[in-house]
């Protein structure tokens, strides 16, 4: 896995996330069970739980699984989530964060792996913030093809269907590259908030 720069894909996130609307904070999302402003709160949790797994900081934010409990945004999300993504990207950029072990969501895994699942959480959850809520987006090439790279890897997975990512989404030849990525993650690329249940 190669060293990525996250900050123009977390700052992508950022303006997606301030154009927000609060009437759409409960709406639904791609993420089966989660409205915009949980999605919002997976974003800060992670953008912290990587941040510090990037410093190798590990404690109750590295250690606690993701699934553990639906996150939410407080009242100061606005704030906050701008300035988690600005220091993830800025964790990310030392050469250490990628070498070595570190832990994120309660597991062990190389740096470098670390860094391709943090880069595809950001494009894939950039993708499905900006649906949700009718934005236009284009990730950061280079993150995109850290997240399709890991997500590749991702589809091949025995246990895939016990994990993060649901069955694989079978797109034409000519999908493009954000929809391919999109359907490795278990995402259909055609969703709208009119088709969530």
Avoid at 89 to 94: G, I, S
Avoid at 169 to 174: A, F, G, I, K, Q
Wanted: negative net charge; contains cysteine.
């Amino acid at each position: 896995m190669t060293m990525v720069d996250l900050g123009p894909q977390t700052r992508i996130l950022a303006r997606l996330a301030e154009s927000v609307p609060d009437g759409l904070l409960s709406g639904p999302t791609p993420c089966p069970d989660l409205a915009v402003r949980h999605l919002l709160g997976h974003l800060l949790g992670l953008s912290v739980a990587f941040r510090d797994a990037a410093r190798k900081d590990l404690g109750a934010t590295t250690d606690t699984s993701p699934g553990s409990a639906v996150p939410d945004i407080g009242p100061g999300w606005r704030a906050e989530l701008p300035k988690a993504l600005d220091e993830l990207a800025e964790a990310w950029r030392d050469p250490a964060a990628w070498t070595g072990l570190t832990r994120a969501g309660g597991v062990d895994l190389p740096g470098a792996i670390a860094g391709a699942v943090v880069a595809d959480e950001l494009v894939i959850h950039g993708w499905d913030l900006a649906r949700a809520t009718g934005q236009d987006y284009t990730p950061d090439p280079a993150a995109l093809d850290s997240a399709q790279v890991f997500l590749h890897a991702a589809a091949d997975d025995p246990n895939r269907g016990n994990g993060l990512f649901g069955p694989v989404v079978r797109l034409p030849e000519d999908a493009s590259p954000l929809d391919r990525a999109v359907g490795l993650s278990g995402r259909d690329p055609k969703w709208r908030p009119s088709m969530a249940g």
